[in-house]
């Protein structure tokens, strides 16, 4: 039975193989690709008929409504749909949060705003310093000083203007206490060199010719390149002269103006002092800048 089964297995592969093998039975291959195993032709996939969305026609709700809508991109959105999603987007919580930030924005600006006056004003302190206008200097930086009292610094340079412009207008003690808060500066604001200079005024001022003397020397130790320096210590001597009437108190005195003048006989500040050291000299009096301006308006004769 088996040999029959197998023969009459064999026949019917054998008829089967007589018809196209390849698009016979079930498991035919289609060649072309566009034929279904008995050999219909595959219909294309329908294309999914596109019909556009009414512009009145809520993407969200799908209501429609009379007239055309807003948009949220491409999507139609009705007013309700839109509060719904502001709500969602922004919830309460976050619009307190925003809230929160914008009035801390607001208060730290005007809290702020004192530094920011107090920068500008820094700022034009030095512009004006550098203009050579010590008055306005100090007029900003005073002004700075009391926007920004935490600031060390600005305090301090407000004290360093308010020192030099003491000192031009020969307020010498006065100078001298602001130098005292001024004492951390950088040396190349040469604070030392103003605190000698104050301290030689105050001397002149109270009459204490021999310190004025000692400090001018101080001074011209630390910058001997200046005609200033050397003239101040022949003050010094002409004053020490004045009251002594010492002959060579006079001739140190000479000596010294003979120095600052190989240094500069040009200067109207120099011109100026070298004229009321040698009215000292001659007339053994000792009297204020001021009064020696009204005396000699077009200065004094120098040898
Ligand atoms: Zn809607």
Redo the contacts with the bound molecule.
């Keep these: 039975m088996k040999f029959l089964n197998s023969v009459s297995s064999a026949r019917s592969q054998s008829d089967t193989f007589k018809k196209d093998p390849l698009r016979s039975g079930r498991y035919a291959i289609s060649l072309s690709g566009d034929t279904e195993p008995d050999g219909q032709i595959v219909p294309e996939n329908p294309k999914p008929e596109i019909t556009e969305w009414p512009d009145n026609k ?1 993407a ?4 429609k409504f009379e007239s055309t809508l807003a948009k949220l991109g491409t999507h139609p ?2 007013d ?2 839109k509060t719904n999603i502001d709500k969602k987007i922004f919830p309460l919580w976050v619009k307190m949060f925003f809230g929160g930030i914008l009035v801390l924005v607001v208060f730290s600006l005007c809290w702020n705003f004192r530094f920011y006056s107090a920068y500008k004003n820094v700022n034009r302190a030095f512009v004006a310093n550098a203009e050579g206008d010590g008055v306005k200097a100090e007029v900003f930086m005073t002004q700075a000083a009391e926007q920004a009292p935490e600031s060390g610094d600005i305090i301090t340079f407000a004290h360093y203007y308010k020192s030099i412009n003491l000192l031009v207008n020969d307020r010498s003690k006065q100078a001298l206490d602001e130098l005292e808060y001024c004492k951390n500066l950088d040396e190349s604001f040469k604070v030392n060199q103003l605190v000698l200079s104050a301290e030689m005024g105050a001397a002149y001022d109270t009459k204490d010719y021999a310190l004025f003397l000692k400090t001018a020397k101080a001074a011209l130790s630390i910058d001997t390149t200046s005609a200033q320096s050397w003239a101040s210590v022949a003050s010094a001597y002409a004053c020490l002269y004045a009251i002594s009437s010492t002959d060579s108190l006079k001739q140190r005195s000479l000596e010294y103006i003979n120095k600052a003048k190989t240094i500069d006989t040009v200067s109207d500040r120099s011109k100026e002092y070298y004229g009321l050291i040698q009215y000292r000299l001659d007339s053994k009096q000792i009297i204020s800048r001021t009064a020696f301006h009204k005396q000699f308006p077009n200065g004094y004769p120098t040898k």
């Design positions: 809520c969200f709700c799908e209501n959105i009705c309700n749909c």
